[in-house]
C-alpha cells in the first residue's frame, strides 16, 4: 500500500516508517523538522542521537535495503500537499504532523496560538488535499486520550448512547481537555468528522495514550534510533523519568501524583497504527480508537522505574515536585478500549521489560542528558498561583459531591453568580 507520512521525523513516525517498510509497504513521508526546533527552542535536545533526514533515509536503505520518498516542508503549504498528493498518491495517510506537547503550548499566548493554528490549519488542508485528489483514501490521524479529560463515567470509544427525554442517540463523548494543545486535537475530530460525514471520507482518530519506550524491532542499528526527549515540554512521563533516573535526579511526579493515564509502548503504538492502516475504515465511516494498553497512576511508575533502575545498580529517588499543571491530581479513570483488540491488536511485552530497555539504552547516552538537565524541571505554570480556581473545576467539584444533582449546587457554593446549566440544557442564572 502506498502510505503517506505526516511528520516522519518525529518520535512515532521515524518508528512507524521503518515497521510499514519492513511490512512491504511503500512510504513517502513530509516533515517540517518543528520538532527539532521546539526542542533546541526549549534548550534541549533528544537524548539519543540522531543524524539529519537525509542521512537517517539513506541508512534506512544500506541497512534494511528499503527506500522512503522525503518531502521536506510545511503541511500548512497547500502548495506542497498538491505536489505530494498528486506525485505519490497516497491510499492511506497518517497525520503525525502536529506540535504534541501540552506544556509548550501553554508557555505563553504566542504558543498557543501556533499549536492550535499548525494543528487545525495543517489537519484542514490535508482533509482538502484528500478532498481534491483521493477521497476514497484512508486517514489514520492521531488524536489524543486527553481530549477526553478526565470524567467521572467511564471513557467509551468516541461515542456513547445518550438517552434524554425518553429519546436514544448515540453522540460524541464530551471532550474536557487539560491543554491548548489537547484543545487543538478536540477541534481536528470535530473537523475530521465532518468530513466523513458531509464528504463520505474514511477516518480513523486515535486516541493514543501516552507513550514510552526507545525502539522498535527493526532498529537494528543506532543510526536507525528514533529520537526521545526528556525535558519539561516534550519529554512525557515514562520516558521523562527514565532519562532522570539515568543522571541521579530524583523522579518528579506532579502534586499529589495520583494522576492516571492511559500508556502504549511505542512498539505497540506502531503495532495498532499498523492495524489501522492494514484494515481501514469503510467510505463515510469516522471510526475512533482509544489507543493504550494499560492504565497506570503516576507515583506508581515511579516506583516501577525505581526498582528497574535498581537493577542497573543506579540509586533513585522520589520527589513530588508542585504541579505546574491544572489537573486533577486523585481521579476516577476508566477507559473503553476493545476496538483495536478486535482487530487483532496484542500487547508484546510488559511495561517491566521495556524500561529495562530504555534504560539500558540510555546509559549510553547519560552525558548528552546531562548536558541539558537544566531543561528538566518544570517552569511553564497553567496558572499563576494566585488565580482563583476556574469556574469548571469547581463546578465538577461540587457536582461530584452531590452524586452529579446539579440541582443541588447551592449558592453557599460559590457558584452563585456563575452561569449554570439547567438538567433541560437551558442557561439559567444562580
Ligand atoms: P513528534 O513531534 O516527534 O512528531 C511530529 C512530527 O511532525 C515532527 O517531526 C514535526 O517536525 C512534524 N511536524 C509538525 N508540524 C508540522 C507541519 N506543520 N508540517 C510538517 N511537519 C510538521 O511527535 P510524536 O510524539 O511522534 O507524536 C506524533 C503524533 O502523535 C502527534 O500528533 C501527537 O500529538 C500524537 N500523540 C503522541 C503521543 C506521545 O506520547 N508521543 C501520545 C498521543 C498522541
Ligand atoms: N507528569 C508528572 N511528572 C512529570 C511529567 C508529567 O507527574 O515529570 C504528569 C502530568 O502532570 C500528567 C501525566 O504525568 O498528569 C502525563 O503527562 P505527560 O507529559 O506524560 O503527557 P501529556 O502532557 O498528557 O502529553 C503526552 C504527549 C501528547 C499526547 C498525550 C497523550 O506529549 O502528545 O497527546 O501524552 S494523553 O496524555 O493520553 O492525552
Redesign the pocket.
Known amino acids: 500500500m502506498n502510505v503517506l507520512i ?8 521515524w518508528s512507524l516508517a521503518l515497521h510499514l517498510l519492513s511490512r512491504g509497504h511503500t512510504v513517502a513521508g ?7 526546533t ?1 526542542v533546541g527552542s526549549v534548550s534541549s535536545d533528544s537524548a539519543i542521537p540522531i543524524p539529519e533526514i537525509g542521512k537517517r533515509i539513506e541508512a534506512c536503505e544500506r541497512i534494511l535495503g528499503k527506500k522512503i520518498r522525503f518531502y521536506e ?4 503549504n497547500y502548495d506542497l500537499l498538491r505536489k505530494v498528493f498528486s506525485e505519490f498518491r497516497p491510499e492511506s495517510i497518517v ?7 501540552a506544556p509548550f503550548s501553554m508557555i505563553s499566548r504566542e504558543h498557543a496560538v501556533y499549536t492550535q493554528h ?2 487545525v490549519e ?1 489537519s484542514l488542508n490535508i482533509l482538502y488535499a484528500m478532498k481534491e485528489f483521493s477521497e476514497n483514501c484512508h486517514l489514520v490521524k ?4 486527553g481530549e477526553y479529560g478526565t470524567p467521572n463515567v467511564p471513557i467509551p470509544e468516541g461515542f456513547f448512547e445518550v438517552e434524554y427525554r425518553g429519546r436514544k442517540d448515540l453522540m460524541p463523548f464530551p471532550r474536557q481537555p487539560n491543554s491548548m ?1 489537547h484543545l487543538s ?1 478536540v477541534h481536528d475530530s470535530a473537523n475530521l468528522h465532518f468530513a466523513c460525514r458531509v464528504w463520505n471520507f474514511r477516518a480513523t482518530d ?1 486516541m ?5 519506550g526507545t525502539r522498535v524491532t527493526e532498529m537494528t542499528d543506532d543510526t536507525l534510533l528514533t ?1 526521545f526527549d526528556f525535558d519539561e515540554s ?1 519529554g ?1 512521563v515514562i520516558n521523562r523519568y527514565c532519562a532522570q533516573a539515568v543522571i541521579g535526579f530524583p523522579l518528579t511526579p506532579y502534586g499529589a501524583g495520583h494522576q492516571k493515564r492511559g500508556f502504549i509502548d511505542l512498539v505497540d ?1 506502531i503495532q495498532c497504527l499498523t492495524i489501522a492502516i492494514e484494515k481501514p475504515a469503510d467510505r463515510a465511516q469516522y471510526r475512533v480508537f482509544n489507543q493504550l494498553d494499560e492504565v497506570y497512576d503516576i507515583t506508581g511508575l515511579a516506583e516501577k522505574v525505581v526498582e528497574a533502575s535498581s537493577k542497573f545498580g543506579l540509586k533513585v529517588e522520589v520527589n513530588h515536585v508542585p504541579n505546574p499543571r491544572l489537573e486533577k491530581e486523585d481521579h476516577y479513570y476508566e477507559v473503553e478500549h476493545n476496538h483495536l483488540r478486535e482487530l487483532g491488536f496484542r500487547p508484546t511485552r510488559k511495561i517491566e521489560q521495556t524500561l529495562d530497555i530504555i534504560l539500558e539504552d540510555l546509559l549510553r547516552y547519560r552525558e548528552r542528558i546531562l548536558q541539558h538537565k537544566d531543561a528538566i524541571m518544570p517552569r511553564t505554570k497553567w496558572v499563576e498561583a494566585k488565580s482563583p480556581k476556574p469556574v469548571g473545576e469547581l463546578l465538577h467539584e461540587r457536582l461530584v459531591a452531590y452524586d452529579g444533582d446539579i440541582s443541588k449546587i447551592s449558592q453557599k457554593d460559590g457558584l452563585a453568580s456563575t452561569h449554570r446549566l439547567s438538567m433541560d440544557g437551558s442557561g439559567t442564572k444562580a
Do not use: C, W
Request: glycine share 16%.
Open positions: 505526516l511528520g516522519i521525523d518525529g518520535y512515532i513516525g513530509i516533515d517540517n523538522f518543528s520538532r527539532r521546539n516542508g510545511d503541511i500548512l497525520h503525525l504532523a502536529e506540535q504534541p506537547s499548525n494543528n495543517g492521531l488524536g489524543t486520550m494543545y486535537k486515535v493514543q495514550g501516552v507513550v514510552y529520537r516534550f512525557t503504538s
